[in-house]
């Protein structure tokens, strides 16, 4: 009768709103080795790299480093700095809308607030097989560096490692073209049933710095250095080598 017909669509409906439902307040968990080349020393440093996400939000985390010896260490350049493993951890969190991060730039902890980043992502014609998953690849740029992804095209992923975000599946492996830095997943994912929470829930919003400021906090030269540059009158620095991962800004074109 067109009664039962009625209520079985309204069942076909409910059922379907409730597998929507189910994937969007889905959490997975998932663990990538991180590798960056140092910028002060001939080694490359590893780091545990923890991810969680779900539809709309995204928590990532940077463990100190595993294989540093702290202490002085001399740049290419002659300069001296203090290389301490908790200075090379990371914490970022987005809500879909912004990103907040929490980074120690020149010794000193800072929370920043940066924008959603536009990822334009270009699929290429190439795949490769690890351990029995062919993955698929792309390649894009963003602030100053070219990027390199092997994804998963059969997992949808809203989130990648650090703000490798909007190809929409999963990252196994990222790498910048230069040999900067390296992603490699190391586990599979995990479902959790836990919800996301917010690492910085109880930091004030005003606390956050905008990221038109990051150019300065970790390239821009120290009162100390400043003082010691003065008394060189042929002193031609007013910045400090650009190093990380991020070195050139939309705002600054």
């Not at 586990?187 to 919003?205: D, R, W």
């Amino acid at each position: 009768s067109l009664i039962q017909i009625y209520k079985m669509k309204n069942l076909g409906i409910i059922f379907c709103f409730a597998i929507v439902s189910f994937f969007k307040s889905q959490t997975t968990y998932l663990e990538y080795d991180y590798y960056l080349k140092s910028p002060v020393e001939n080694t490359i440093y590893h780091q545990v790299a923890q991810l969680t996400i779900d539809a709309s939000r995204s928590h990532y985390e940077l463990l100190p480093i595993d294989n540093m010896d702290e202490g002085f260490k001399e740049s290419a350049d002659g300069a001296f700095v203090i290389a301490k493993k908790d200075d090379f951890r990371y914490i970022q969190y987005s809500d879909g809308k912004s990103i907040f991060i929490s980074d120690k730039l020149q010794g000193k902890q800072y929370f920043l607030k940066d924008a959603i980043p536009e990822m334009k992502w270009v699929l290429a014609d190439e795949s490769k097989a690890i351990e029995g998953t062919t993955l698929k690849k792309a390649f894009m740029s963003f602030r100053g560096r070219d990027y390199i992804a092997w994804f998963d095209p059969k997992i949808k992923a809203k989130f990648g490692p650090w703000k490798l975000q909007g190809l929409n599946f999963l990252i196994v492996e990222a790498s910048s073209a230069d040999g900067k830095v390296h992603w490699k997943l190391k586990t599979k994912p995990v479902s959790q049933k836990n919800e996301i929470k917010n690492p910085f829930s109880i930091i004030p919003e005003n606390e956050f710095k905008p990221y038109s400021t990051y150019p300065s906090l970790a390239y821009g030269l120290s009162p100390a250095l400043k003082e010691a540059l003065s008394k060189n009158p042929n002193n031609t620095m007013f910045e400090q080598p650009r190093h990380q991962l991020e070195i050139k800004f939309e705002w600054e074109d």
